[in-house]
């Protein structure tokens, strides 16, 4: 097993290898950038959702209108207390 060691250390470790931690960092760090533009977008649509709601919501609100029942022809019921 020394004899394996020695020849591992002996060896010359490639060029890229030295630039392979920057390349995993960049990476991480556009990811990171990328999520963090998601929420923002993610946030804006849906303030901008909610607010056309409320706005739609307020603006159109019909007036309110007894409901008729849903069988004019069935005698009413012995429970209904009207």
Known sequence: ?????????AATMPAALDTL???VLAALAARQREAAA????????????L???????SAFAPSAVAASPLTPLVPASPLDLR
């Open 51 to 57: 607010g056309g709601g409320v706005i739609a919501g």
């Open 21 to 23: 931690d920057d390349r």
């Open 38 to 49: 998601l929420k923002r977008t993610i946030a804006l649509a849906a303030f901008i959702s």
């Open 1 to 9: 097993m020394d004899d394996e060691l020695r020849i591992l250390n």
